[in-house]
């Protein structure tokens, strides 16, 4: 039996608050390596995607506009906007997720209806059953949130994979390869409630049980999900188009 080829996953890491956590796991048991940046701490980002077999873009307290807060944000939304015009694969969560709106030509803007904090069901819509990384889950995923702003607009051409009765955009695709999900995989339930803490937050019905049973139902979906995503970046050479590794595009 071969071994599977080596996948190099490059995860931006933009808030110390929001690591890698349980995905980090999942990313080694699917048989990637990781190439952390900790770009609140000065890790520099990749000059070009060479060598880079996936991209990971986590969460963070930003906005992703907020330059003047994390001047890595111009260069991070460069880099996904190249990672998606050369096809390889990328997952951008929660704040990733709007970086990679933003970057391909989407709008992020505060939700008007409030935070989306706690336990929450999201729906498939009928695109995600298409969807590599999308057609084997649940009809109704739960999902973790903490957000504040949204992605009020989906980029250009974008397909809409789930949704919510809260806000709409909860994941989508962007290309052949790139996922966003508005909603965190990667944080326990213990995680999202040490933020509503830090915020003076009281533990309400969607941060006390109901948060840890959807922590015990996403560790039996998303684990073969993120599996799935490096099954695409171990694949990936097969399709890959001319110029698939473009060096970086300028700020976005």
């Not at 996936?54 to 260069?75: E, I, Y």
């Not at 998606?84 to 709007?98: D, E």
């Not at 994941?171 to 995680?191: C, K, N, S, Y």
Request: net charge negative.
């Amino acid at each position: 039996m071969s071994t599977p080829a080596p996948v190099t996953v490059l995860v931006l890491e933009h808030d110390p608050i929001d690591p890698p956590g349980l995905l980090a796991d999942w990313l080694v048991a699917a048989g990637a390596r990781m190439d952390l940046r900790r770009l609140h701490a000065g890790d520099p980002l990749p000059d070009t995607l060479e060598g880079i077999d996936a991209v990971v873009s986590l969460g963070g307290v930003m906005g992703a506009l907020d330059d003047a807060v994390a001047p890595w944000l111009p260069a991070t939304r460069s880099l996904l906007a190249s990672a998606t015009a050369a096809h390889t694969p990328t997952l951008g969560i929660c704040l990733g997720a709007q970086l990679l709106a933003v970057a391909n030509g989407g709008t992020v803007t505060v939700g008007a209806d409030g935070p989306e904090i706690g336990a929450h069901l999201t729906a498939k819509r009928d695109a995600a059953e298409d969807d590599p990384l999308f057609a084997d889950l649940p009809m109704t995923p739960d999902a973790m949130q903490y957000h504040y702003d949204v992605v009020s607009t989906l980029p250009p051409g974008a397909v809409l994979l789930l949704s919510s009765g809260g806000y709409p955009h909860q994941a989508f695709r962007v290309g052949p390869a790139a996922w966003a999900l508005q909603f965190h995989i990667e944080a326990t339930a213990d995680r999202v409630r040490e933020w509503a803490a830090v915020e003076g937050r009281p533990v309400d019905a969607r941060l006390g049980a109901r948060l840890d049973d959807a922590e015990q139902v996403m560790g039996e979906v998303w684990p073969a999900f993120v599996g799935r995503f490096v099954d695409q970046a171990r694949n990936a050479g097969r399709f890959a188009v001319p110029g698939r590794r473009l060096p970086l595009l300028g700020p976005v």
